[in-house]
């Protein structure tokens, strides 16, 4: 049976329903979208602060774990990949009795990605555009590992408390030329790559950010991200989750975006 709590990571009660009787709890909500430090530390780190007080003034054996980012290896780069280390901080220091686990994902796509599969889509059409190093390489994991990797963890009866990465198992990662091959090969055209100057986005990310605080909304693309964007390594492995939990991820890259609904490459059928 599914009980639903309304609320907020802002109120104390709806958070104090929503541990009560747990076993486990799975904190995903966050923000990635902003044009200030306050606006990210807000959810991304307050957030994390007042479930755990809940779960530890409870006095409850929940265990609690929580989605952070790979963004959180780099906390210098962006106000998001800042929020996020100092979300994992939190636990770190605060967490006392309260049995914990900070799950680092890179690259998140799959069936209801909103941020990355745009670029699929524009690639489809036979341009890659680069933000980057077309050599820069990057880890990935398909939505569905992802939350097999959390259910991995509920059946897990004894961890180590800690920060920990997952990604699809590609050994290294992948850059920006191999994924275009992919592309190319779902979609069965030519994909050229296209290099973005930089002052281009450059200009585009600061007229962005002074629009949304002139406008009130939370942007997307801002000088942080792309500091984020053409960071040369984002690759991480599963190794020390894997020891702990005994999962394994399914599904890589091509075989995931084929299975993504939403643009020319979706294939919900085997290819021969």
Partial sequence: MVTRVTGSLEDTSSLEALVKNAAAVVHCAGTVRGATQQQFDRVNVEGVRRLLRVLENRNTSARLLTLSSLAAREPQLSYYAASKYKGEQVLINEAGKVSWLALRPPAVYGPGDRELLPLFRFMARGIAPLPGS??????????????????????????????????????????????????????????????IPAWLLDVAAHVNRAASRLLGYAPMLTPEKLRELRHPDWVCDSNKFIEQTGWKPAVQLEEGLRLTPGWPGYRPEPVN
């Fill in 134 to 195: 077309p050599q820069a390489r990057f880890s990935m994991v398909f939505v569905a590992d992802l939350a097999d990797a959390v259910l991995a963890w509920l059946r897990c009866e004894h961890f180590n408390s800690g920060v920990y990465t997952i990604d699809d198992g590609t050994a290294g990662g992948y850059n920006w030329l191999e994924v275009r091959a992919i592309v190319a090969r779902l979609c069965q055209r030519p994909v050229r790559t296209v290099r």
